[in-house]
């Protein structure tokens, strides 16, 4: 009888240890999947960072248009925008999104800048003026996005014991940085 309370008894413990561990496991791809959804979609406060990486990738291309009537063909920057943009249509990685964005800003402030200095038509200088603040509004707009703060508030959530070998398992947020 001993031995029988003794195999009940583990085999109970068991499915309990099974029960909570997916129960963990699901819980946190919850929480993943929200925060990915947060990243693409947006909440009911924010509009979502990936509508303003479109939106930037729009202005960046229309930017590219403006200056192909003021710089050379050659000019490498307006070629890394166009491919960044092309890169960034079908990315679903958040830190991938986050590395091509950086490229694209670093080549459209450039690309700005250098057409600032030239002689632009009235209505061409117009059009860089708007496209230069509606850009830079997007980079403000995704820099004060609270994203990384959520998922900095799911890792703590989930580090610890035995969180963190739930994470092996589980689907895990990516930073955008």
């Not at 009888?1 to 195999?7: F, N």
């Not at 248009?65 to 070629?79: F, G, I, M, T, W």
């Amino acid at each position: 009888m001993r031995k029988e309370i003794k195999q009940a008894l583990t085999i109970m413990i068991a499915v309990i240890l099974l029960s909570s561990t997916v129960s963990a496991l699901k819980s946190m791809n919850k929480m993943s999947r929200e925060l990915k959804n947060h990243f693409f979609t947006g909440d009911e406060f924010n509009l979502s960072i990936h509508g303003d990486l479109d939106r930037k990738t729009s202005i960046a291309g229309n930017l590219v248009s403006l200056a192909k009537y003021y710089l050379p063909e050659s000019e490498p920057h307006l070629k890394t925008i166009s491919e960044t943009i092309k890169s960034m249509t079908n990315e679903d990685s958040v830190s991938k999104l986050y590395k091509l964005n950086s490229t694209l800003d670093e080549n459209v402030l450039y690309t700005i800048a250098t057409l600032e200095k030239a002689s632009l038509t009235d209505s061409h200088r117009k059009m860089l003026t708007n496209y230069t603040s509606d850009y830079k509004s997007k980079m403000t707009t995704i820099a004060n996005d609270n994203y990384n703060t959520l998922v900095k508030e799911y890792y703590d959530e989930t580090g610890g014991f035995p969180g963190f070998i739930f994470q092996l398992f589980a689907d895990s947020p990516e930073y955008f940085k």
